[in-house]
């Protein structure tokens, strides 16, 4: 004998979302927005419903860039990390050392500097701050 299991389909959460971007932004008319260095919340509604304590906040969000280096790239990063020259980079990727030239001038450029020192230093500290590091692809570095 088969059990069938009645589920009632899932209502839509769309109606409850519009609900409320209309809410909040009836509660929030003339509020200027916070600074972009202001990390300050507003609380722009609290309520108590049976017992708990409902707060709809304001926050300032925190978008950092990213900078995206290319497979090729972060490998030779990281061989000029470990203090390889460019003729030994080329020998072990297979390139041209001129090659190894032209993307340490793209790296360089994406991190905003103008040696291997302060990019092997700013990839370190980029990289330290990454939550997970994908070793195919390399890490999504944030600045």
Same mark, same amino acid.
């Given at each position: 004998?088969?059990?069938? /299991? @009645?589920?009632?389909?899932? @209502?839509?959460?769309? @109606? #409850?979302? /519009? +609900?409320? #971007?209309?809410?909040?932004?009836?509660?929030?008319?003339?509020?200027?927005?916070?600074?972009?260095?202001?990390?300050?919340?507003?609380?722009?509604? !609290?309520? !108590?419903?049976?017992?708990?304590?409902?707060?709809?906040?304001?926050?300032?969000?925190?978008? !950092?860039? #990213?900078?995206?280096?290319? @497979?090729?790239?972060? !490998?030779?990063?990281?061989?000029?990390?470990?203090?390889?020259? /460019?003729?030994?980079?080329?020998?072990?990727?297979?390139?041209?050392? +001129?090659?190894?030239?032209?993307?340490?001038?793209?790296? +360089?450029?994406? +991190?905003?500097?103008?040696?291997?020192?302060?990019?092997?230093?700013?990839?370190?500290?980029?990289?330290?701050?990454?939550?997970?590091? /994908?070793?195919?692809?390399?890490?999504?570095?944030?600045?």
């Amino acid at each position: 004998m088969t059990v069938s /299991n @009645p589920r009632r389909p899932r @209502p839509s959460i769309q @109606p #409850t979302a /519009n +609900f409320l #971007t209309a809410l909040i932004r009836r509660l929030d008319i003339g509020h200027t927005p916070p600074a972009e260095e202001d990390n300050r919340t507003n609380v722009i509604l !609290e309520a !108590e419903v049976d017992g708990a304590c409902y707060q709809l906040v304001r926050a300032t969000r925190q978008r !950092e860039p #990213t900078i995206a280096l290319s @497979p090729r790239e972060y !490998e030779i990063v990281r061989l000029v990390a470990a203090g390889h020259p /460019n003729k030994i980079i080329a020998d072990i990727l297979q390139i041209s050392s +001129f090659t190894v030239a032209t993307y340490l001038r793209r790296v +360089f450029a994406k +991190f905003g500097v103008s040696s291997r020192a302060a990019m092997v230093a700013q990839f370190d500290q980029l990289a330290l701050g990454t939550p997970q590091r /994908n070793k195919q692809r390399g890490p999504s570095l944030t600045k």
